[in-house]
């Protein structure tokens, strides 16, 4: 018998450290090259970590929740050394495309078994509860549901083994979990409207949004007044990204408001188009396809500013990696659709709705959040008229919609009630002059206007 230890990988995004969201094996547990050990939350997502051993699970050596550094041991595999179970050698991890990393052997002596959690093929394989965990995992175990679906249910502090499963397989899905969490009064409005999806009626100016749950704080003593978050994961990188951003680009803010009522009448003509049957349409479409005609317009809204060896530069970029703000249970993504000036409307359409259900499921990878050039946030849907966002680093603009509402405008001389919205932009001074960037949101609210002038 020998014992190997799986060191924190690097699963190649400049990775330095890493949370342990969930365990997906207990000691004592019969795991096979490649079946899943662990829930990994980095700065940009969830990854699952395979095993590189085959052999049984000795000891889990961090704790559920804990952060720890690229190369920390976090989990001991004993492997059999008949013919039936070769031993794996021993100073091997594994990234998560497959590539061999070294690691320090060790003997696993004075570790201490701190938790672990369970998922619902690898219950199938435990051969014992572990005691001392024993009492964190009773109500889940057996309980199937995805690793996204279980972090949504800590952060609500709901038990998967009383939410009652609807899914095909018997596995408990995201409606379970918000149904059982409202029912039981645990967290009101989970249900965030998503990005993009700007309904047809109006929406009262101040009524407050629905929200993306944030982390479910332990229950505080009587008396207290305040709670504590701890700043990591996602929240810890957007915190460095913003103030690196905010600090290092001189921004400057314009916006102007648009009578986008020919936009929502094409917006419900393409719903009801067979071509666009199977879509999910809205506003942000129009959006979407406006700012990539814009940028055509003008392609220093799409440049980075470069602090290089032999002085700075400006990168104007001759393609859009379109970025879609998105608020997720995890927190603020920003996954882009990559050459996006090369779809059409159906195939954008298809794209900001593949990009949707992936950042809502907790799957955005780290490679679709990367190398955005220009990006839009959709405050409307949180009933918000106009912002002055933040650019993301290594960007040079950012447009923001405001929510689409009815309001009494001025038509051939007279007042009429016409779809209103406020388009707003952000943007590098650095890189862009004030005409450039006025000339960008008048191109864009040109076509928020007129949206006919795009289809192809």
Do not use: C
């Amino acid at each position: 018998m020998s014992t190997q230890t799986f060191v924190l990988p690097d699963v190649g995004e400049g990775l330095t450290e890493a949370e342990i969201v969930s365990w997906r094996v207990g000691p004592g547990d019969t795991v096979a090259v490649n079946d899943v050990l662990v829930e990994i939350e980095t700065a940009k997502s969830l990854v699952e970590l395979p095993s590189p051993f085959a052999g049984t699970v000795g000891e889990l050596l961090v704790a559920e929740g804990d952060t720890v550094d690229v190369g920390a041991p976090i989990i001991t595999v004993t492997a059999a050394t008949d013919a039936a179970s070769p031993a794996a050698p021993a100073t091997v991890g594994q990234s998560e495309h497959g590539a061999p990393i070294e690691a320090p052997a060790a003997e696993g002596e004075g570790a201490v078994l701190v938790g672990y959690g369970t998922g619902g093929q690898v219950q199938s394989r435990r051969k014992k509860p572990a005691p001392s965990a024993r009492e964190r995992v009773a109500s889940s175990v057996g309980v199937i549901a995805k690793p996204p679906i279980r972090k949504l249910a800590r952060d609500l502090g709901v038990d998967l083994g009383a939410v009652a499963a609807s899914g095909p397989a018997g596995e408990v899905t995201r409606e379970d979990v918000v149904k059982h969490a409202s029912q039981a009064s645990v967290f009101r409005n989970i249900e965030t409207p998503a990005w993009g999806d700007v309904r047809e009626e109006s929406i009262p100016a101040r009524t407050a949004p629905a929200s993306v749950p944030a982390p479910a704080a332990a229950p505080a003593p009587a008396g207290d007044r305040e709670e504590t978050i701890a700043v990591k994961g996602v929240r810890k990188a957007t915190s460095s990204a913003m103030v690196q951003s905010a600090y290092s680009a001189p921004h400057v803010s314009v916006w102007t408001d648009v009578d986008a009522t020919r936009t929502m009448e094409l917006v419900k003509r393409l719903k009801a188009s067979p071509d666009f049957a199977d879509i999910k349409v809205s506003p942000l479409l129009i959006m979407a396809r406006a700012v990539i005609w814009a940028v055509q317009r003008t392609p220093m809204v799409n440049a980075a500013w470069v602090d290089g060896e032999n002085g700075a530069e400006i990168r104007v970029r001759r393609f859009v990696n379109l970025g879609i703000a998105a608020a997720t249970p995890r927190g603020l993504l920003v996954p882009n659709v990559k050459d996006a000036q090369d779809l059409s409307l159906r195939e954008l359409a298809r794209a900001l709705e593949k990009l949707t259900l992936t950042a809502r499921e907790g799957k955005t990878s780290p490679a679709d959040q990367q190398n955005g050039t220009i990006t839009i946030t959709n405050i409307g849907v949180f009933g918000m008229d106009a912002g002055t966002p933040i650019i993301n680093p290594g960007e040079s603009g950012i447009v923001a919609l405001g929510t689409i509402r009815q309001k009494p405008w001025v038509v051939d001389g007279e007042v009429r009630p016409r779809w209103v919205t406020t388009v707003a932009g952000s943007f590098d001074h650095r890189v862009i002059d004030g005409d450039g960037m006025s000339r960008f949101i008048a191109d864009v609210a040109s076509i928020l206007e007129e949206p006919a002038l795009l289809l192809d």
